[in-house]
Structures are given as C-alpha cells and as structure tokens.
C-alpha cells in the first residue's frame, strides 16, 4: 500500500510549503485549512454547496458524531453492500474476513488490498475528492468531548449522547471509516488542569498511547500522534518523548486553545519544532482567528483546523480578507489608511443600515457564489429579515475568504515575504481591536 507522503518544497524560518499526498491521490498544498464538518457537512450547507468552494480541500468528522450515527455497523454494512457491487464475482464472506481486526485470517497482502478499497465514511457522505481527518475533539465545541475512564474514552457527539469507547472498537471504526488522517485515543479537559492534575492528565494519556500501540492497528496509513501536556512545557516534553510513536506519519498538537496565553502557545510550539522530524506534518486544532493562524503558521504548522469563519457567520459578521489583506495591499503598507472607512473593515456587520442600498458586492473582488450572483443590499435584506437564505449565502462567501486566506499565506511564504505580511497584518489588527 502506498502510504501518505509529506514533501517540503519551500521553508522561510520555521514557516514551510509543503505537499501533502493520501493514498487516494489526493495533494493538498499546505499551509492549509481543515474544515470541521457535522458528518461531513454543514448546518446551512449541503455537500453541493462545498462544491462551490474549491478551495476547502481538507474536512475533519468527529469521531463522536460517526459513531452515534451512521455507527460501525452500518459503516461496515455500508462498505460490503459497495465491494459487493464492484465486485459481483467476489465471494460476500471473503470481505467479512477483515472487520474484525483481531482475527488475522488473511494474509497481509489480501488485507491490505481489501482496506485501501474501503469506501469508507468520504463514500458514505458522498465527499468526493476530500482529505478526511478524523477527530476526537469537536472544534465546534467548547465543552470537554472525551473525559476518559478506565479502559475506554466516552466521546460525545454534537446532539449531546455520550458513547464509550474501547481501543478495540476504535481501531474497528478506523478500518471501517478509512480516513485520510486519524489519531491514537486521547482525553482533554477543559479548564485545563494545571500541576498535579496536569501531570495526571498527560500520564494517562501517555499510558493510553502505550496500550493503543500494543492493540492491533488498522491496516491505514495516516497515523497521527497526538502531542498532549497542556500549558506546562515540562508536561509537553514529557508527552513527546512517551506518546509520540515512531512510526506516525504525522503530529496532532492537541489541548492547545484552552486557556494558555500566546505566549506559552508559542513556547509549546517551539518545543515541538526542536523535538519533532521536521518532516512530519503537523495539525493544529483551535479556534482559527487571524492572529491565530498567522502565528501557527509561523511556528511550523502545516494544517490548521478551526472554526472560526463558522463562529463569524453566526454573528452575521461578513469577512474581508482577500481584499484588505491582500499580497499588494499589505505588502505596500498602505493597511492602515483603511481604519473605518466603508468595506475596508475585516469583519463587516451587514446589518448595517449603511448597506441597505449598497448595489455593491460584499467585498470587492471576491469570486464566492454569494458575491458573483448578489449584492450588499440583498444580503443586508435577508440579515435584517432572519431569512435561512442568508445563512447558506453568509457561510458561502466566510469559507471562501478564510480558505483563500490560506492561499495568500502560500503566496507570501512563495515570494519570502511571510514574516513581514505577518507583521504587518498583526500590527494592523493590534491597532484597530
Ligand atoms: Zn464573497
């Protein structure tokens, strides 16, 4: 089985572009963003409407929502009702051989076939085309998703029930979802603890690593550890040394964006860039401001998974990025001759009365569905009138911007001119917040 391949093409600093491969061919150019999905999708948006986003090439499930619906059977139904339709001739029972993982009836290489063709949950959900990463923290969610107890981990899904889990079942799950990227079971808290409960925290996380590596793995490729230990940089060491396997192909920086200051963050980054093979790509999973991502990328994140442009859209907040803080504009240093004037904000309140006449589009320039095909006005209408309409048109236009963000990002790291777009765009924001 081919297995995921991590290129770096271009570094400047810490900061890197870098190709990312999965088994099914997929190449995502990172910096990138993970868009976190209710079962793949969206509230105000269907798998279509994604469509109209091109750049939104990598989408994270939670481990919680699968599992309480469609649920590992049905997954596993699922996957041997479409084998059974590729392959007619094949006998029904020769795939049943692999859904059980502790009974090593086939040979490896009859095993490894059958897992790549998987259809998995991407199939399932109709996601064609998708880096999948499969996640135990709900980025949606403030609360604490997986507390753990003694041999398994409850996870709770977004209506709320809790399920729990035993490595075992887990390991099932993985091989029935055939993820791009999944993780080892681990436990967060929120408030994060600090010293003795802190220690506690990670020690068990650890143990739960050991246990997780003796438990016969799934077959796919696209293990990620997870780097654990809070805010203490003792606690952080102490997991990258006893967690992290040597085989993963990847880090997940998890427990971050609980409480820590930016400056403690930023140190947890730098340990794990000192302690970590700069080949391996790393996932950051947090809430996705502006300042947030900028920093990460800087500190050598590759992929940033964070829910931010759904949080704006909530509040009916319009985003402006690929306008203000465009390559030219930033880069010219003319940012700050924008302060208060129309359309020049990042963030817009379109319920605004200054924009029930507007004939203009959201922001200038952006190529999003809602912009090409509507006008401020319309969209001001819809707002004011809680119509559902402006919802989907909202979510639209603030993942286009978030994700073409990324791309600007690409381009500044491109051109070497990263850090000083950084700043300038910090220094920006630090002024008008
Ligand atoms: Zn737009």
Same mark, same amino acid.
């Not at 469609?70 to 059974?84: D, F, M, R």
């Not at 029972?93 to 009836?105: F, V």
């Not at 403690?264 to 794990?272: A, K, T, V």
């Given at each position: ?48 409407? *994604? ?49 059980? *993982? ?15 063709? &998987? ?76 010293? &003795? ?31 654990? $230990? ?19 192909? $990847? ?18 980054? $730098? ?16 809430? $996705? ?34 306008? *203000? ?6 880069? &010219? ?16 309140? #379109? ?8 004939? &203009? ?32 048109? #909202? ?39």
């Amino acid at each position: 089985m081919d297995s995921l391949s991590f290129k770096i093409i271009k570094t400047e600093s810490k900061t890197r572009i870098s190709i990312l491969k999965t088994t099914k061919n997929l190449e995502i150019e990172c910096p990138n963003f993970i868009y976190p999905t209710r079962r793949g999708s969206h509230n105000h948006l269907t798998p279509d409407n *994604l469509e109209l986003i091109p750049e939104i090439k990598c989408l994270s499930i939670g481990v919680g929502d699968i599992i309480t619906k469609p649920g590992i059977s049905t997954l596993k139904k699922y996957n041997e009702y479409i084998l059974q339709k590729k392959n007619p001739n094949k006998q029904k029972n020769e795939t049943e051989k692999t859904t059980t *993982l502790d009974q090593p009836t086939n040979t490896n290489k009859d095993k490894e076939t059958e897992i790549i063709n &998987k259809p998995g949950i991407a199939s399932f959900y109709a996601l064609k085309n998708k880096l999948i990463f499969l996640t135990l923290r709900d980025p949606f969610l403030f609360q604490m998703t997986v507390p753990s107890i003694k041999n398994s981990v409850v996870i709770t899904s977004y209506e709320g029930s809790s399920v729990k889990i035993s490595a075992q079942d887990y390991n099932t799950l993985i091989t029935e979802a055939n993820p791009d990227i999944w993780t080892n079971l681990y436990s967060e808290q929120l408030p994060m603890p600090t010293g &003795k409960k802190l220690m506690k925290l990670t020690a068990k996380n650890n143990q739960w690593a050991k246990n997780f590596s003796t438990v016969p793995k799934p077959k796919q490729t696209g293990f990620f550890s997870i780097i654990e $230990g809070g805010s203490e940089i003792k606690q952080r060491q102490n997991s990258i040394s006893q967690s992290v396997d040597k085989n993963c192909e $990847g880090i997940v920086i998890g427990s971050l964006f609980l409480g820590e200051t930016a400056c403690q963050r930023q140190e947890i980054l $730098g340990i794990i860039n000192e302690k970590i093979q700069e080949d391996k790509p790393k996932i950051l999973i947090g809430d $996705g401001q502006i300042t947030d991502v900028l920093e990460a990328i800087e500190a050598g994140v590759d992929l940033f998974c964070g829910f931010f442009p759904e949080f704006v859209s909530e509040l009916k907040l319009v985003l402006n990025l690929t306008d *203000l803080f465009s390559l030219e504009n930033v880069l &010219k240093g003319d940012l700050s001759k924008f302060k208060g004037e129309f359309y020049k904000e990042y963030l817009i309140n #379109i319920c605004d009365p200054k924009f029930r006449d507007s004939l &203009k589009p959201l922001v200038q320039g952006c190529n999003c569905f809602t912009c090409q095909n509507h006008k401020s006005c319309y969209l001001y209408h819809l707002a004011n009138s809680h119509e559902m309409t402006f919802d989907v048109l #909202i979510t639209i236009h603030n993942l286009w911007q978030f994700s073409n963000f990324f791309v600007m990002i690409r381009e500044a790291i491109k051109i070497g001119k990263f850090t000083e777009y950084k700043k300038l765009i910090l220094d920006y924001l630090e002024e008008n917040q």
